[in-house]
């Protein structure tokens, strides 16, 4: 057993998987609970204890982790009277894992550096199932002293650690992959539902897109299921490409920019949200071109 005190806050599918890595690796859990208790009861079955309030997580951990949804997610367990900084012991390490906007994560910096601890954004790259395995990409940035500290930790956690520079980088560049990978999946679900409209075969189409310089491992995950009828090679739903495609455009807009590209991913997936597609993942975006073409 790791001396190493760990509190983890979102045990969803990925937090459940990344707590259950660091169990494996001998550490000391307090988890904080979700809406599906499944995650946090195998947890505590495990050995690890559950908190009344994040403030009391905080008080029992030497680092912090956080795994969830939404920076307004992330922010609420941070603040007020029960939240995280209010317990936070002096030299803790506060890490979010997940994909958070960059203004909020400096913003938090601050505040968490005023109650004695550093904070981390590191969000996260590929599967619950590589959690599982301690095969993640963790995308770390803040302080390098305090990342440093909490490296054998990550590395217990990934296999791929990188770390990008001043506190928000780790989530700048995390929304900039995402904007990229939804807008080439949307791309690539709209051309196989044009092959359909047209009259050509989606295997036809995919063969002579992938022999060029057009092929990806994201080509790859909708022809799965836009041929193969697997939707589970990225097992991402449309809600949460959402999501981080939005974040991506008020990220370019309070840098006072316009982003022209994100506008397509970003229309595709509200629609399809709208339309009860959500849930759905986004190699099935190829269901809602397809139906959308039909009128």
């Known amino acids: 057993m790791t001396t190493t005190e760990i509190g983890f806050i979102g045990l969803g599918l990925m937090g459940a998987a990344m707590v259950g890595r660091l169990q494996d690796r001998g550490y000391a859990l307090t988890v904080l609970g979700h809406r599906n208790r499944a995650g946090v009861e195998a947890a505590v079955g495990r050995g690890a204890t559950e908190a009344a309030t994040a403030r009391d997580l905080a008080a029992a951990s030497d680092i912090v982790m956080l795994c969830m949804g939404t920076s307004d997610q992330v922010e609420s367990r941070m603040r007020g009277p029960d939240g995280v900084i209010a317990g936070l012991r002096p030299g803790a390490v506060v890490i979010d894992f997940g994909t958070s906007l960059p203004a909020s994560t400096r913003a938090l910096g601050e ?45 217990d956690l990934g296999e791929n650690v990188f770390h990008l520079g001043p506190l928000g980088s780790g989530h700048t560049i995390k929304l900039i992959n995402n904007f990229m990978a939804m807008t080439m999946a949307n791309g690539m679900a709209e051309a196989f539902a044009m092959a359909d409209v047209m009259g050509v075969p989606r295997q036809g189409l995919y063969d002579v897109m992938s022999a060029g310089p057009l092929h990806s491992g994201m080509m790859d995950f909708v022809k799965a299921y836009a041929i193969d009828g697997d939707p589970t090679g990225l097992a991402f739903a449309v809600k949460n490409g959402l999501k981080d495609v939005g974040y991506y455009a008020r990220m370019a807009e309070e840098a006072g920019v316009d982003s022209m590209m994100s506008g397509a991913a970003l229309g595709a997936m509200t629609a399809s949200d709208a339309a009860g597609r959500g849930e759905t993942m986004v190699p099935e975006q190829v269901d809602f071109f397809a139906e959308r073409f039909k009128g």
Not at 135 to 154: C, F, H, Q, S, W
């Open 111 to 155: 505040e968490v550096a005023a109650a004695g601890g550093t904070y981390l954004d590191a969000p996260l790259g590929r599967t619950p199932s590589h959690a599982k395995d301690g095969k993640l990409n963790i995308m770390a940035a803040g302080d390098t002293a305090a990342y440093e500290r909490v490296r054998p930790v990550l590395d």
